[in-house]
């Protein structure tokens, strides 16, 4: 149990498009997820908590504007890349809280944004 | 300050032996814990083991024993008898707070590419 889905698992888009990565708990109800950016061989860096119902906190530095998110449902947040540069290039992986889990927190299995 | 350090930027083993990946960390809230995870080239985040703060035995899954010193604030990972797939890398996390608040929220450290050798 406690499946996290992510979609697309990659995706290449041109400079100045926008781009939608979805992020679902597959068999529990996830109030709270957060989304991480991670460049190669670096950490992972929290850049929002997506609380459904409500608007997201985003962590300090990250433009907000810039990475629309949007938890719509107890089931799924999803991340909005605007207008989107080369230097957004990463991989995004969301995770969410699962308080009845063992771990609490269940990952995504990522998404690899490639801007041109 | 960094929350959560890994200093083995890199680490080399032989399959079969045992390796230990550092991990120190730094907070004031007496209620904590402590994961590990491992990261192979797909990108995915499996989770290896857990250590809270108030548990007085060293948290063991498998292969993987995780070597707890709350005075030191060091939280190992032990690996023994590493296998050719336990080649990627290892991220060191913590979350301040008891278990269910901040909602997991989780802080990590820079990690460490773990490669065996045949």
């Known amino acids: 149990g406690a499946v996290v889905s992510q979609h697309p698992s990659w995706v290449i888009c041109k400079s100045g498009t926008s781009v939608k990565i979805e992020c679902r708990s597959l068999?529990?109800?996830?109030?709270?997820m957060f989304w991480y950016r991670q460049f190669p061989k670096q950490s992972l860096m929290l850049m929002a908590t997506s609380n459904e119902g409500s608007k997201a906190t985003y962590e300090q530095g990250v433009e907000k504007d810039k990475f629309l998110i949007n938890h719509a449902s107890l089931t799924l947040s999803t991340l909005t890349v605007t207008s989107a540069h080369p230097e957004d290039s990463s991989f995004y992986i969301c995770?969410?809280?699962?308080?009845?889990?063992?771990?609490?927190?269940?990952f995504g299995p990522g998404t690899r944004l490639t801007v041109t | 300050a960094q929350k959560i350090t890994q200093t083995q930027p890199g680490m080399f083993v032989q399959e079969k032996e045992a390796v230990t990946l550092d991990c120190t960390y730094d907070t004031s809230d007496p209620s904590y814990g402590l994961f590990w995870y491992k990261q192979p080239s797909s990108g995915e985040m499996i989770f290896l083991i857990y250590q809270g703060s108030y548990d007085q035995q060293n948290a063991t899954e498998g292969r993987y024993s995780l070597n707890f010193q709350k005075a030191r604030k060091s939280a190992n990972l032990v690996i023994s008898a590493s296998q050719l797939g336990d080649s990627a890398m290892y991220f060191c996390?913590?979350?301040?707070?008891?278990?269910?608040?901040?909602?997991?929220?989780?802080?990590f450290g820079q990690g460490t590419i773990l490669t065996v050798h045949p």
């Open positions: 068999d529990f109800q996830a109030t709270t």
């Open positions: 996390a913590m979350r301040e707070g008891p278990s269910g608040t901040s909602y997991g929220k989780l802080t």
């Open positions: 995770s969410a809280f699962f308080s009845g889990g063992e771990y609490e927190q269940y």
